[in-house]
T-cell receptor
Framework: GENVEQHPSTLSVQEGDSAVIKCTYS??????FPWYKQELGKRPQLIID?????GEKKDQRIAVTLNKTAKHFSLHITETQPEDSAVYFC??????????FGSGTKLNVKP | GAVVSQHPSWVICKSGTSVKIECRSL??????MFWYRQFPKQSLMLMAT?????????EQGVEKDKFLINHASLTLSTLTVTSAHPEDSSFYIC?????????????FGPGTRLTVT
């Protein structure tokens, strides 16, 4: 199946700074890439996603970029706030249905 | 929005017993349901894909006879951990997939924390 790698595993930033999380995938057939935010003991929540026919997507302070040639995609959070602190997971889907997740990034935003 | 529930939210069982976890889509019919396992501070590992009325498809390395999945209706899937052992202790999360035009979105349940003593 698909192999998704995610970096860094932990990320600590000062409030107001930007945070970038990167993922690579192995299956060139993957065409849907969601990002999830998970707070401790809670379910993952979709925060943004991108499809393979788009290179970039933005939603307020959150943006995702996709490079199909290099098979990597990134999550960008600007003007970080303490409530952004959580674990973030990227995922790749080969058929818009089955998701394979990255290993997660624990983001800590220091006030 | 789409709501997925899981029951129980947490369960403690003795080694050797079986535990059933339910996953329900409350306000929609799910095309497919998925079961994931998450160890502390680790990622979600896809265990199996469950389609209503058919046998579940298990990921490589997941024991079919140990993790029994039944998908009785478009709104209910169950995962039974048979002959549980301490190493089966984990956070089990289901998700339900619903079509959004040409793509699908997955909605996650709140998870079930299983502790095997």
């Amino acid at each position: 199946g698909e192999n998704v790698e995610q970096h860094p595993s932990t990320l600590s930033v000062q409030e107001g700074d930007s945070a970038v999380i990167k993922c690579t995938y192995s299956d060139s057939a993957s065409n849907y890439f969601p990002w999830y935010k998970q707070e401790l003991g809670k379910r993952p929540q979709l925060i943004i996603d991108i499809r393979s026919n788009v290179g970039e997507k933005k939603d307020q302070r959150i943006a995702v970029t996709l490079n199909k040639t290099a098979k990597h995609f990134s999550l960008h959070i600007t003007e970080t706030q303490p409530e952004d602190s959580a674990v973030y997971f990227c995922a790749a889907s080969t058929d818009f249905n089955k998701f394979y997740f990255g290993s997660g990034t624990k983001l800590n935003v220091k006030p | 929005g789409a709501v997925v529930s899981q029951h129980p939210s947490w369960v403690i069982c003795k080694s050797g017993t079986s535990v059933k976890i339910e996953c329900r889509s409350l306000d929609f019919q799910a095309t497919t349901m998925f079961w994931y396992r998450q160890f502390p501070k680790q990622s979600l590992m896809l265990m199996a894909t469950s389609n209503e009325g058919s046998k579940a498809t298990y990921e490589q390395g997941v024991e079919k006879d140990k993790f029994l999945i039944n998908h009785a209706s478009l709104t209910l899937s169950t995962l039974t951990v048979t002959s549980a052992h301490p190493e089966d202790s984990s956070f089990y999360i289901c998700s339900a997939s619903v079509s959004q035009g040409k793509s699908y979105e997955q909605y996650f349940g709140p998870g079930t924390r299983l502790t095997v003593t």
